[in-house]
């Protein structure tokens, strides 16, 4: 999720009830104790009174690295910046992170995982929780169980599983049956993550994995409404009707006109054609309005174009699918 979910996006995926909590793109940790400038530019939560989305969702600190004191000492600056929570990013499986030995590089010996965890724990677990996300495995499954018991081990509370090894990248199919013999073999909760597009996709990970809870990343961004509807399918039974274009549009545009304010027009353009290209998965007509206005290059022109063809009818943020 490198790239994609910044504090403007967090805001606006966490406008409406869902999330129970979100995490900061990772902060890349190489060999050395980072100013508190590079935190602040990750997660800017941590400058109000509360580190957590206008909606009051939590906001936890990622950090992702191998060097086991530069991780600690810079868990260590998270917690002292006013950090709530630590996660550790054992599951990217971009060929750059994991050619400088982070991500999900540390899933081929789960004892340098163990040692990552314990020693961001030994650093902050008194104070604040750490918990971590890992896949099923580098390049093949069977190091799955070893690497959640060794992220337990390390003093993990909580372990999100991506459903998929690195190699798999995010080809389909996801794996949840795996992620439910993890489950197994630890004693700490276990979040499932990993192809969850639909409310179907949502039941059948959690009755594969056994799992209570489920992670969005990329879903989230196809369907900023996804977590709503899967909220409110669990409280009331009930299906809420499918998200428009024209709400996917409405978001896109004040997704815009927040960035516009601190960034560079063709950056922003960028950022919502990037996050435009997200919504095509599995939908249709996003693509057909994506391949509409994909080559447009001023940042009005393509907020003008975005409904097109298309009603007009903004919803307000906190109201229902």
């Known amino acids: 999720m490198e790239g994609v979910i910044d504090a403007v996006t967090r805001e606006l995926l966490t406008a409406r009830p869902g999330f129970d ?65 630590i996660d550790l990013n054992f599951g990217c499986p971009a060929k750059l992170v994991n050619r400088h030995d982070g991500g999900a590089s540390l899933l081929r010996r789960p004892e340098r995982l163990f040692q990552a965890t314990r020693a961001v724990f030994d650093a902050v677990g008194e104070h604040i929780p750490v918990t971590a996300k890992i896949r099923l495995g580098f390049a093949d499954r069977r190091p799955a169980v070893a690497c959640g018991q060794a992220a337990e081990a390390g003093g993990a509370s909580r372990l999100v599983v991506h459903a998929r090894t690195r190699n798999e990248g995010y080809r389909p199919p996801a794996h949840w049956e795996w992620i439910g013999k993890i489950r197994q073999h630890v004693g700490i909760p276990v979040v499932a993550n990993g192809d969850i597009w639909t409310l179907e996709d949502y039941w059948k990970a959690r009755t594969l994995s056994g799992c209570e809870d489920v992670m969005l990343g ?35 545009k004040d997704y815009a006109q927040r960035q516009r304010q601190g960034l560079p027009e063709r950056i922003v353009t960028s950022l919502v054609k990037q996050w435009m290209a997200q919504m095509r998965q599995g939908n249709n007509e996003a693509d057909v309005h994506f391949q509409r206005i994909k080559r447009l290059t001023v940042l009005d022109d393509l907020l003008g174009a975005l409904v097109q063809h298309t009603p007009e009818h903004p919803m307000p943020a906190d109201a229902p699918a």
């Open 21 to 85: 909590w979100t995490v900061t793109e990772f902060v890349r940790v190489v060999d050395a104790r980072l100013p508190p400038r590079v935190f602040y530019k990750h997660c800017p939560e941590l400058q109000k009174p509360a580190v957590t989305t206008p909606t009051g969702v939590p906001v936890h600190i990622q950090l992702l690295g191998s060097d086991t004191r530069a991780l600690a000492a810079n868990a260590r600056q998270a917690l002292e910046l006013g950090a709530t929570s």
């Open 218 to 252: 990329r879903s989230a961004l196809a369907d900023p409404w996804l977590a709503a509807r899967i909220r409110h399918w669990q409280q009331t039974g009930e299906r809420l009707a499918d998200t428009t274009w024209a709400m996917r549009a409405g978001v896109l």
